[in-house]
């Protein structure tokens, strides 16, 4: 990734050398630690959340949370033995479901917030081994001064601030009403239905 300090831009392609989780160690290096980390992804692998839980209990990482798209409730189509447990499940049962979320997002976003500096992390990739060029944008900001990790933050705050869908804590796959309403209420998504009557829930990092 390069040498990335407060008020710098990192962007480029990975060509397929380095992993998001591989990333994270590295920006951990900078920001100090332990630092709290913030993931959203599309896709995630069980070992790859399994290394970031390696990192916590080294005491690199204070806080962990991640948020997931609904449809990791589904069977890793890499896994289609009779009886695989749903990725969710599996993740769950590496970081504990408290520190995970579930919405209707392709996003992936990493935050890293350590007593040096903040990291915001943007890159195209998914939180799972590397196969693949791939590009990033990264941002380097100082503690006292982070309107990138502020914006990105914001969306993490808002959606740790609801529940779980209670469906993700069974195993069932009834899922498409529940992570649909979280998502609308976090984003204020324009395209959900509402009483156009009633005010406009907007997260301020949309404003």
Same mark, same amino acid.
């Given at each position: ?17 380095? @992993? ?13 630690? $332990?630092? +709290? %980390? ?41 896994? =289609?033995?009779?009886?695989?447990? $749903?990725?969710?499940?599996? %993740? ?6 408290? +520190? ?9 976003? %990493? ?10 992390? =943007?890159?195209?990739?998914?939180? +799972?081994? #590397? *196969?693949?060029?791939?590009? &990033? ?7 006292? !001064? @982070? $309107?990138?990790?502020?914006? &990105? ?13 209670? !469906? ?6 009834? =899922?498409?009403?529940?992570?649909? #309403?979280?998502?609308?209420? %976090?984003?204020? +998504?324009?395209?959900? *239905?509402?009483? *156009?009557? !009633? ?9």
């Amino acid at each position: 990734m390069g040498d990335i300090r407060p008020g710098q831009i990192l962007t480029g392609c990975t060509d397929g050398r380095w @992993s998001t989780t591989e990333a994270i160690r590295a920006m951990l290096a900078k920001t100090g630690t $332990p630092a +709290n %980390v913030s993931i959203t992804t599309w896709r995630v692998g069980p070992a790859d959340a399994e290394h970031l839980v390696i990192l916590r209990r080294a005491g690199l990482i204070g806080r962990l949370r991640l948020v997931l798209d609904r449809s990791v409730h589904g069977l890793d189509r890499t896994d =289609l033995r009779r009886g695989a447990k $749903p990725i969710f499940h599996r %993740v769950a049962a590496v970081v504990g479901v408290e +520190n995970l979320r579930v919405w209707n997002g392709h996003a992936k976003i %990493v935050v890293v917030a350590g007593p040096d500096m903040l990291i915001t992390h =943007l890159p195209s990739a998914n939180l +799972n081994r #590397a *196969q693949r060029a791939e590009t &990033y944008v990264t941002f380097g900001e100082p503690v006292a !001064e @982070s $309107p990138v990790h502020d914006l &990105y933050a914001g969306i993490f705050r808002d959606l740790f601030a609801e529940e779980l869908p209670v !469906e993700f804590t069974r195993d069932t796959p009834s =899922l498409n009403r529940g992570t649909a #309403a979280l998502t609308n209420r %976090v984003l204020g +998504n324009p395209l959900a *239905q509402r009483d *156009q009557s !009633e005010p406009e829930h907007r997260s301020a990092w949309l404003s």
